[in-house]
């Protein structure tokens, strides 16, 4: 006769998982392979950068399918590396990025969200008509940013796509 324990029944653990705090799911992942296929997933849902290394990098490349949330302090040496290894993206938090962000983020077809903080903007980058683009993107936050009067019906016409 065949009996499971509880603990190994991925429901119980996904509501275990639901109760710890973020960092704690890391570790969950390797008490048992049962758990690793649990709790590896969920360690990778949301993740936090404020540089990448060259470990972390490959990292990102084996688990960037698990990414829903990624949080990173940009720099210009990352453009493209995102794309690459967050096929599933949804939300994408960056701090000081690269005035380029866009020519690279229109490779992640999942993105409905996009915050970036402290970016300064070339009055010539195009960059409201380049977001005009993400027919997909939901939710947008710009953090101190002026708008050029040019721009500003550009603007409005986003944020009447946005939720």
């Keep these: 006769m065949f009996s499971t ?12 998982a639901s109760y710890l705090p973020r960092r704690s799911l890391p570790v969950c992942a390797l008490v048992s392979k049962a758990w690793y296929r649990v709790f590896h997933p969920l360690a ?5 950068f404020n540089k990448l290394t060259p470990n972390q990098r490959g990292a990102i490349q084996l688990n960037g399918h698990f990414v829903r949330t990624f949080e990173i302090g940009f720099h210009s040496s990352m453009q493209g590396h995102i794309a690459l290894r967050l096929p599933t993206l949804d939300s994408l938090v ?10 690279w ?3 992640l077809p999942s993105l409905s969200r996009l915050d970036i903080k402290n970016i ?11 977001l005009l ?14 708008i050029p009067k040019e721009d500003v019906d550009t603007f409005w016409q986003i944020c009447t796509r946005l939720e």
């Design 5 to 16: 324990h509880c603990l190994d029944l991925p429901e119980t653990l996904l509501c275990v």
């Design 44 to 48: 990778w849902k949301e993740v936090e």
């Design 94 to 103: 960056v701090n000081r990025p690269h005035p380029n962000i866009l020519h």
């Design 105 to 107: 983020v229109t490779e």
């Design 120 to 130: 300064k903007l070339d009055p010539q980058s195009g960059f409201w008509d380049k």
């Design 133 to 146: 683009e993400f027919h997909h993107l939901r939710q947008l936050e710009i953090d101190e940013l002026e």
